[in-house]
């Protein structure tokens, strides 16, 4: 079903109640066409018992399956935050530092801001992303490269190696969330139990057919979304709920707003020397 995260949820919606739904009740169309009505009746006690324990257990597998989703969600969304909070302040460290290596290493760092937004997101959402080949290495070799002035400079060099640490943690999880997804064994016991959970409502006969029919359409557009709700969860990058790259965006405009600023003092200091020195 990977191929529903690159659909509308429109067309995931008319999917689940096509395919789950649809399905469900042309299978309960064949089993009481091929079996009796009072055949299947005759197994509501025995039925009834196996199907409860069964759509418990498939319940909690679900519930189970769902809740570790979530929770990777929520780890990749973590990381995203670490890693522009991190770009941010190491921009603003940056402006700690002497020329040329300032202007150098804020160059680096808007230019990494830009390459997130502008390239690894949209190629991350289509699948088409390759690997970070660029990655944070320029900024490592930037930081690196430099030879600190005094002591002042080597503290913040010391920070600036802290946050690059952080920005190459988050990024390296960033990646390794789109390219991971949940083992394909997880996957197997959702479809088979979602077949099986379905197969044994068939057990039973209801006297009122269409009533059947639609407890067992809703109960399958019902598993349908759950599994669903679980594939985008499990793509946090793919789909349609997916991780924004808001926190890039917001870093990035914080750089830039902090830059006219720098930009801005630099005219003025020279103006402010200028009036020192003639009174």
């Known amino acids: 079903m990977n191929f529903l995260l690159y659909c509308g949820a429109a067309t995931q919606i008319v999917f689940v109640i096509v395919v789950f739904g649809g399905g469900s009740v042309a299978g309960l ?12 009746q005759k197994n509501h006690e025995v039925a009834g018992v196996t199907f409860g324990v069964l759509g418990a257990f498939y319940g909690l597998v679900l519930a189970f399956v769902i809740l570790a989703a979530w929770e990777r969600f929520n780890q990749a969304n973590a990381d995203v935050l670490s890693e522009a ?9 940056g402006a700690a530092l002497s020329e040329p290596m300032r202007t150098q290493l ?9 390459r997130v937004i502008e390239k690894e997101w949209p190629q991350m959402a289509d699948s088409t992303f390759q690997g970070g080949k660029v990655g944070a290495h320029e900024l490592w070799a930037t930081v690196l490269a430099y030879h600190t002035a005094d002591s002042r400079e080597q503290m913040l060099m010391d920070k600036s190696i802290d946050q690059l640490n952080l920005i190459s943690q988050a990024r390296s999880q960033r990646f390794l969330f789109y ?7 997880v996957w197997t016991v959702i479809y088979l139990g979602c077949l099986m959970t379905i197969g044994f409502s068939y057990f039973f006969g209801s006297n009122v057919f ?7 359409g809703f109960f399958s557009i019902l598993l349908g979304m759950t599994i669903l709700a679980i594939l985008e969860l ?5 789909g349609v709920v997916t991780i924004s790259n808001e926190p890039f965006r917001y870093a990035l405009s ?11 003092t630099a005219k003025e200091s020279p103006q402010a020397t200028s009036r020192a020195s003639d009174r």
């Open 29 to 40: 169309c064949i089993v009481r066409w091929l079996v009796p009505l009072d055949r299947l």
């Open 179 to 185: 390219e991971d997804d949940l083992p394909s064994v």
């Open 210 to 216: 269409r009533a059947q029919v639609v407890m067992c």
């Open 106 to 114: 804020d160059s680096a760092v808007l230019e990494y801001a830009h």
């Open 85 to 93: 909070t991190a770009l941010e302040s190491l921009y603003k460290l």
């Open 234 to 238: 499990a793509h946090p990058y793919q």
């Open 254 to 264: 914080r750089m830039e707003a902090a830059n006219s600023y720098k930009m801005a």
